[in-house]
């Protein structure tokens, strides 16, 4: 109800604030008998992590995910897996400029006006450190999916107006970690750093786009009507920080399309039914058709920037605000994780959900 | 868990196929005391219906809503509000060539992998008709919004590559109805309808995107973290038939944005804080933040085309199959009712949400 | 989140007010491909329905059933099961002399209270004709349990001091529906009935209590830690109009025992692992363990009835009134469907739950 | 879904196994700006503690809560409050042995049933450790409903045959705290002290029943029909371990009761409407009245005992067993702050969804 939990059967509660001692998350739901390798929630956090490159912010969080239940001798029992990531490192003092001012794009203004308090420090809740609880939560997705041969892959395919036009299917998607952008494709991967760093040294930030693929989603999951896999995706992908849209398949190509050219075509391949095109996006009637999912969400530039900018403060009052320390410039190569996290968690729930559609 | 309620206190259920007995829902958790206009709800309905006009479904299905309970003397009574659309007219034997067939881009094969069983009846539980259901509980959700002063309007802002470009502030929103594809701009309406008729000629169909604004919701309304207000409006839109994108605010125009163009400045107007811009849609951290919520529906195009098409039947078997009978062109002008149904449906219930935010 | 709607996944919703036009529910997740025996769910309510003998209500209600959806070809589709009873020979003028008096142990007051409003008549949506839509709904989760060969039988174990000392093991069962008050003693039966007619003659009412065993629920059932077995069933008796305690297994004599006497002990028999007796009523930790579940239920006596008694107006004047019309001295033994029914779509729910327990 | 969540509004999830490295919860859905008195909580859970007394357990378990996440400056910030409770002095090894046996009338072999791998150690998540979460998500929730002068005091009313036959208005609830086994009559507390002392030198356990009463609930709290008051206590009582039976108001009594006897007159003092008698135990139509709420619960005898015992393990074959080390006798009077716990969980979350109820 005050929307800190995430899915139905397989569902993650998060909490924390960037500045708190403590944040993590509760996994209830997930089914016993599933083998959790620790190493790999840990590799999955890393990838999220600021300080990885040059080119994310330079704090180095080192977060360090501990499980305090739910799993014994290696594997889960079907109880809650509560997991806990300590704050380290946190310079509350270097916040209290911010007690009353009200950054621009930030939520300060409005978690002010819907709770009458906020824990300013670094944001607090509405701070994007709480998507590291997201990771180590799709992590265990991720698990789940494995063992089902699903899986998801995202990268960068946009940057500013720097633009990765080809199709999914045309590019070597193992080669997405190798980048320090998360972009499958070198060229344009050097273009996209050369831009954050151009923008680094000019103190502003800059949007982007990540595109997400899904494999091996047999075909019958999803629930009609409104928890339509898409539907739970967009919803999935909105709750991100800083995304601003969501389409899949065609997507917004789909709105000057005749339905002569958009239709995909049923065709037989050996005994699998399958499509001649996937403008569907792998999905129809809310509902996986075996083919693959995939969507695109964009992601606004970071509002914190190192120039000098105008803002408000409690009062009313005029103030000045300049960005200080550690901040992203371009926060979309390390939301390629987050992306990915939060596309398990929907797909492993929808896939739990879909073991109690027929007798 | 099946996916046929929609909303956490203001909980709308729908029920039916296109050609069973009726269709209908039930709301729980509306609040008592809220007069109930039923003229009202039915003017809704009517804006849905197909047979409006030259460029929609012939069919004139005249649906008349009957509410079995929740209202006494007029007024809400905080218990379920429950109503009926009996079906009319169906000619299930219309549908019996398509029994064993799978249409393209229908969800005949994805429910059938699903349940094992489908109504193959006009689409059954998959058809559009649905949404009869959801308008009559956004018409509900809306006349607890008109209470509060906060108003819902969506027009049609592209139909194929005819797209209306203005921001919606320089529009006329009050000439929305008075336009055949609810499109506020005189002069493109009259290309769309002319797209329109061109397509019927030719036996096609075609997408288009509708644009919804949402005026005067209050500061405060929103949850943070997975319930953001963006993340609900996004699987409010996702969930409709057809839909295939949703952005708010800047978009995917964000994504090549930088910073110090995209943050919007708080200021000072008399005694409420403002910002100059509104590139956050209305929503800054997931919670409302007094500006007007604004963002774009994207529709693919409508899959029943009345030319022939080539696919297969449940055993695999090459089929040819040509829509008959009375079908939509472009669902897109009848759909903007009901993305403002949905809208007001995520707008009450986060209304009604924010009420428990505070001692 | 207004409490109409029970369970998780098997999910009854139920709407509608005693004296307007209609009650009836939704039931959403039951899965597919279940067949529907139309005449057994037709059955079970006419087991609740008044008029059934001299002891019960005189009012003939003769309720019948429609299906709305959720059904084809006799079979579940996996989609929302509406159903609907109208109401009829509603004599809503017999009520006009209750619109401001507030009934001794009734709900006029506490409904008034909450709402503000409150359809008067007949007790409006807090009268027990709501169950029957609980009976419908309970029906077709016997129908998922009975396919697993888990049944469902509740009896009357005591009217007033009548009472049915013996364990429900060295009773005849199948005699339960041939005794009018649903007492499988006959002896028991007759006293029961006349007291029952005693009552009747002197314008009283009594309570009583329900016995109910689920035989064949296979271990593993029930969810630990807040949605134990007992802890769910617990709430289902609660919620049936006039009940006034629970207990399960030993239930409130286990407080007077030893450790020693109450343990139950495991042993085999054959392959099969089982307790020599069964204190714990087949439920350990909140998860069946493969013995019989059974559970008894208080009902407090009726609270109409048909000797005058004193209370009070809206404006707090006192008032005289007196019961009139047609009202059942002893609701228990039109109380045993309801409670099978309760118990049903408990045991149905965790059934299903159950099913993602494990990898 | 799992169970592990109770609430709709006021969420409370636990998570943790008694040998793991802690236990702990999180609360969403609490309001901001309530102010949290962590003594208080750390009191309520010493209330709870084993090792109060010689003859409560002796493991000194100085169990000190946590708090991770949604408290600033002292107050509740609406975000969720995460706790934990580490485990000390965990002595896994002393559990090789229940490795696998499956301990008579525990949860060992449901949950090997159910989940088909366990964490024998202490039985768990099936400990009664997991509790502690319970009492500081209840503190939190008393500290709600005493800023609206809501009061909840539970006692024991019996242990073994020994029982409290008083009603509780003639008690002085004031002193239950002062008796080492809650009980607020100085001659009965002895006599149930003997008794407990007896049964420890027999090697033997016993149970009991606890009676709480909640004052100054106002009028309209409870929602109609399945979440009627009455029911979500029933569940919330019936969810503690070795809980066996709930009944409230007249209870289990009400079988034998007329309706002239039981109906509660209203009458008017002052301005306020209050009825003669309570027999309704404060609620009506499933809505508190605004009379005193009262319920009695009835706890079965501890399963663990220090005599031996004759079981079985894993694979059938008979094994004797035999309770060491640190166990309660009687768990009843360390179930009272329990019972409170979950009472205040139900009642908060109840308050907190009326103020919906009407626009």
């Not at 014994?72 to 009353?100: C, R």
């Not at 800059?206 to 928890?227: H, L, N, R, W």
């Amino acid at each position: 109800m005050a929307g800190n939990t995430f899915g139905n059967i397989f569902m993650l509660t998060t909490f924390g604030e960037s500045h708190g001692p403590a944040i993590g998350g509760v996994i209830d739901g997930c089914p016993a008998g599933l083998e959790i390798d620790v190493e790999f929630i840990q590799k999955e956090l890393d990838r999220r992590r600021p300080g990885q490159s040059s080119i994310t912010s330079p704090r180095d969080e080192k977060d360090k995910v501990e499980i305090l239940s739910g799993i014994f001798e290696g594997k889960t029992t079907g109880t809650p897996i509560a997991f806990i990531i300590y704050n380290k490192n946190q310079k509350s003092k270097d916040y209290d400029h911010l007690k009353e001012l009200y950054r621009p794009s930030h939520a300060d203004f409005t978690y002010d006006k819907k709770y009458g308090i906020r824990d300013y420090r670094g944001g607090g809740r509405s701070s994007a450190r709480e998507t590291a609880a997201r990771v180590v939560g799709g992590s265990i997705a991720k698990l789940i999916l494995q063992a089902q041969d699903i899986n998801i892959q995202a990268y960068v395919s946009q940057i500013g107006s720097i633009t990765l036009e080809q199709d999914y299917k045309s590019l070597n998607l193992d080669s997405i970690e190798n980048s320090l952008v998360r972009c499958p494709d070198d060229k344009k991967g050097t273009e996209m750093i050369d831009l954050i760093e151009k923008l680094k040294n000019e103190g502003d930030s800059i949007g982007g786009t990540i595109t997400c693929i899904i494999k091996g989603v047999p075909p019958g999951i999803g629930e009609p009507v409104f928890d339509k896999l898409q539907a739970d995706l967009a919803k999935a992908m909105l709750s991100i920080n800083a995304a601003k849209g969501f389409e899949y398949g065609s997507g917004f190509e789909s709105a000057s399309m005749k339905g002569s050219e958009h239709n995909d075509t049923f065709i037989k391949e050996g005994d699998r039914i399958t499509t001649e095109t996937n403008f569907s996006g792998g999905i129809q009637g809310g509902i996986s058709n075996g083919q693959d999912i995939y969507f695109r969400v964009a992601f606004k530039p970071v509002a914190t920037i190192m120039s000098e900018q105008v803002t408000i403060d409690k009062n009313g009052n005029k103030q000045k605000l300049k960005g200080a320390g550690r901040h992203d410039v371009c926060i979309v190569p390390r939301a390629v994780p987050i992306v990915e996290s939060m596309a398990a968690l929907v797909i492993a729930d929808h896939y739990l959900r879909n073991k109690v559609s027929r007798l």
